[in-house]
T-cell receptor, first 112, second 120 residues
Framework: GNSVTQMEGPVTLSEEAFLTINCTYT??????LFWYVQYPGEGLQLLLK?????DKGSNKGFEATYRKETTSFHLEKGSVQVSDSAVYFC???????????FGSGTKLNVKP | GAGVSQSPRYKVAKRGQDVALRCDPI?????LFWYQQALGQGPEFLTY????????KSGLPSDRFFAERPEGSVSTLKIQRTQQEDSAVYLC??????????????????FGPGTRLTVT
């Protein structure tokens, strides 16, 4: 079947630390991959995406590379800020505008 | 409006009551999705509309769940005879282009703030 597995949180970091949130997937076809972020009290927002192997999605200092050989899409940021504190969801979609399969989310806490 | 809106934002229902949750997608968006998000979990797909047609309802957990989008814009998710296990946040998302079949999913889904349903 189709599924996404994320590292469990919460992840607690000090400001300016390096961030990695692991995400691996299982898919019956060739998926597109996404990271969504949910800030406290707000809805899900697209953070970045990649549609084919070796593509790198990037936004707001966050990056993730689509690795087909390891079925992974790990999220990284070189220097986190307090404002990055949120819940991060990895997701996949198989066909254009079809349903998304989400991971369980990873809560990030960044301390000053 | 500028984004997807949902109402009510919070709903408390007694077990056995019927509830109706509303979603206003972004104007002109053809595709509309409903997801259920249990506490501490990621969203799970419930159903999908392209305009007024419900093309996929494979995620609806039981026949107590019903969704409609009669004019291809606003959608309503109805839950009959609510149970405690229905307690969750219900998310609506919309997308600008219809389901085109096989091919890379390049367009994002825009999510509303959700309706938190608590069944007591």
């Amino acid at each position: 079947g189709n599924s996404v597995t994320q590292m469990e949180g919460p992840v607690t970091l000090s400001e300016e630390a390096f961030l990695t949130i692991n995400c691996t997937y299982t898919a019956t076809g060739y998926p597109s991959l996404f990271w969504y972020v949910q800030y406290p009290g707000e809805g899900l927002q697209l953070l970045l995406k990649a549609t084919k192997a070796d593509d790198k999605g990037s936004n707001k200092g966050f990056e993730a590379t689509y690795r087909k050989e390891t079925t992974s899409f790990h999220l990284e940021k070189g220097s986190v800020q307090v404002s990055d504190s949120a819940v991060y969801f990895c997701a996949l979609s198989l066909y254009n505008f079809n349903k998304f399969y989400f991971g369980s989310g990873t809560k990030l806490n960044v301390k000053p | 409006g500028a984004g997807v809106s949902q109402s009510p934002r919070y709903k408390v229902a007694k077990r056995g009551q019927d509830v109706a949750l509303r979603c206003d997608p972004i104007s002109g968006h053809v595709s509309l999705f409903w997801y259920q998000q249990a506490l501490g979990q990621g969203p799970e797909f419930l159903t999908y509309f392209q305009n007024e047609a419900q093309l996929d309802k494979s995620g609806l957990p039981s026949d107590r769940f019903f969704a409609e989008r009669p004019e291809g814009s606003v959608s309503t998710l109805k839950i009959q005879r609510t149970q405690q296990e229905d307690s969750a946040v219900y998310l609506c998302a919309s997308s600008s282009i219809a389901h085109l079949g096989r091919g890379p999913a390049t367009n994002e889904q825009y999510f509303g703030p959700g309706t938190r349903l608590t069944v007591t």
